[in-house]
């Protein structure tokens, strides 16, 4: 392995980088195969089936946009979420022959994010909660 490698770092480049000229039309060693796109008046109508079939694929894989398809979904999700907690907490509705209407206290914690910022409870402390400013009252002792 080690000697093959020794050889062809040693060995010389078959044409200079310095003298390549820049490809254009005339002088691409790499010809393409085929034109594109064909003559479809030249084709068979099972050849032309089969290029209209190849090119749809091409597009559609040229088209494909995963980030897009990510953030729509992401989207619904949101959307039917929101649909969800607007129709347990909000709606009156009759659902097999029973009429729901959430409570109003469903209804007063769901918009006080379930007690958190509930104006009545807002400065009350935990009584497991650190004092506020321990070094003020160490002071004064």
């Known amino acids: 392995m080690f000697p093959t490698l020794i050889r062809r770092a040693v060995q010389s480049a078959k044409e200079p980088l310095t003298t390549k000229i820049p490809l254009t039309i005339a002088n691409n060693p790499y010809k393409a195969r085929k034109v594109w796109p064909p003559d479809f008046k030249e084709l068979?109508?099972?050849q032309q089936?089969?290029?209209e079939k190849k090119y749809k694929r091409r597009v559609a894989l040229a088209s494909r946009s995963p980030r897009w398809e990510k953030g729509v979904k992401y989207a619904q999700l949101a959307t039917m979420a929101?649909?969800?907690v607007w129709l347990i907490f909000y709606s009156e509705f009759e659902w097999w022959g029973q009429k729901y209407k959430p409570?109003?206290?469903l209804r007063k914690h769901a918009i006080n994010l379930f007690g958190v910022l509930d104006p009545e409870k807002r400065y009350e402390r935990r009584k497991d909660a650190p004092e506020v400013n321990p070094s003020r009252n160490s002071d004064s002792k």
């Open 44 to 46: 068979t109508h099972q």
């Open 49 to 51: 089936l089969r290029f």
């Open 82 to 84: 929101a649909a969800m």
């Open 103 to 105: 409570s109003e206290e």
